[in-house]
């Protein structure tokens, strides 16, 4: 018998789906950096690619072992070019706003139901997007002090963004 609602199952399996999206979405994006030549923004946004698959992976694995069945559904291709790399972060910071606001919405549901297993698995995440939101909120505070984004500062924001990636994944 399942421990959670069919209706709950539902919503957890669209967002099974953003999460897949996020990290097509960071996929693309990452592929883009590493066509212009900036090897810290590609390789932090690869791995932030494979961080959103975990999230994903996590989904998965609650809904399975609450007694119903992960689905992958149809997604549209994310976009894949633009026009700088501020434009790049620009549009992370906002996808990261939507994924907060869908894992908020997913906590009003669980505790409009008195699901408190699921709210319980939806803690992380909430942590997780504070994090997000913060950590992507310093790199566009960087691209408004640095400028203009080209020549040395372009190079400057690259190692920026690189460094993040190590530190993050020191700590």
């Not at 209706?7 to 693309?28: D, G, I, P, Q, R």
């Not at 996590?58 to 119903?68: L, M, Q, S």
């Amino acid at each position: 018998m399942p421990i959670i609602k069919e209706e709950t199952v539902k919503l957890l399996n669209e967002h099974l789906n953003e999460e897949h999206y996020s990290a097509n979405l960071y996929f693309n994006m990452a592929g883009w950096c590493e066509k212009q030549g900036l090897k810290g923004c590609s390789s932090f946004l690869y791995n932030h690619s494979a961080e959103e698959h975990t999230h994903l992976e996590k989904f998965r694995e609650y809904i399975n072992k609450a007694g119903g069945q992960a689905i992958m559904g149809q997604m549209k291709a994310p976009e894949c070019n633009f026009n700088s790399v501020a434009e790049l972060f620009e549009k992370v910071i906002k996808h990261e706003e939507y994924i907060t606001n869908c894992i908020n919405k997913l906590v009003g549901k669980a505790m409009d139901d008195k699901d408190y297993v699921t709210l319980k698995f939806l803690e992380w995440f909430v942590e997780e997007q504070l994090e997000e939101e913060e950590l992507f909120n310093d790199i566009i505070k960087r691209i408004k002090i640095l400028g203009d984004l080209e020549g040395r500062n372009l190079h400057t924001f690259d190692k920026f963004v690189g460094n993040l990636d190590k530190e993050e994944h020191n700590s």
